[in-house]
C-alpha cells in the first residue's frame, strides 16, 4: 500500500543512504521524458526537505535541460536487497555548475571525481512509498570504475571539449547552458 510523505524522515533517509543506484526523472514541457540510472557516491540527504547529487559527465545532458525550463524532478529508489521497497522522492531542484559561487561549498560533499558537471539541489515537496514485490533481488557487486578512468584519461581539456560537442544542447534541442551561453 503506498503511502505519502511531507518530508525525508529518519526511515526513509536510512534507506536512502542504504541504496546503490537511484533514478532521476525530469521533463521539459514538451519533448522527451528522461530518466537516468546513477550510482557511486553521488547523493547526500542534507536535511529532511532537500538533497543534493552530483552529476558527473554522461552522454547526454538532459537533466539540466530540463530544469531550465521545467525545475520539477523525481528521484527513485528501489530495494534490490532486502525488504522490497520503492521510494520515490518529488520536488524542484536547481543545477549548481563549477562557474557558481556556490559550487565550493557543496563539491566538498562528494569524493573528487573527475569530469564532475553539476551538482543538483533538490527541495523536497513530497515522498511516496510503494511495495517493490515485483522488483527482483539482485547482488551488489561494486561500483563501475569506467566513467572515472575515461575522464582521468582525457583530463580536464578533453572533458571541456566533450562538453562543448555533446552536452551544450539535449536531445531535444533543448540548451543545457552548461558554458553560460
Known amino acids: 500500500m503506498a503511502k505519502f510523505y511531507t ?30 540510472p546513477k550510482g557511486m557516491d553521488s547523493l547526500k540527504v542534507l536535511n529532511s526537505n532537500q538533497l543534493i547529487w552530483l552529476n558527473l559527465t554522461g552522454s547526454g545532458n538532459e537533466t539540466t535541460a530540463h530544469l531550465l525550463e521545467q525545475p520539477r524532478m523525481t528521484l527513485m529508489f528501489c530495494a534490490f536487497e532486502g525488504k522490497p521497497w520503492i521510494l520515490r522522492v518529488y520536488g524542484k531542484a536547481r ?52 566513467l572515472v578512468q575515461w575522464t582521468e584519461k582525457i583530463g580536464d581539456e578533453g572533458v571541456k571539449k566533450y562538453w562543448k560537442k555533446n552536452n551544450q544542447t539535449s536531445i531535444d534541442g533543448k540548451p543545457t547552458k552548461i558554458f553560460n551561453d
Open 7 to 36: 518530508e525525508l524522515d529518519n526511515k526513509l533517509q536510512e534507506f536512502i543512504a542504504g541504496q546503490k543506484i537511484f533514478f532521476v526523472g525530469t521533463a521539459a514541457s514538451e519533448g522527451r521524458v528522461n530518466v537516468s
Open 95 to 146: 543545477a549548481i555548475h563549477p562557474r557558481d559561487d556556490e559550487w565550493e561549498n557543496w563539491i566538498k560533499l562528494f569524493p573528487e571525481y573527475p569530469g564532475s558537471r553539476q551538482i543538483f539541489l533538490l527541495d523536497v515537496e513530497s515522498a511516496q512509498t510503494s511495495c517493490g514485490f515485483a522488483v527482483p533481488n539482485y547482488q551488489y557487486k561494486q561500483d563501475r570504475e569506467d
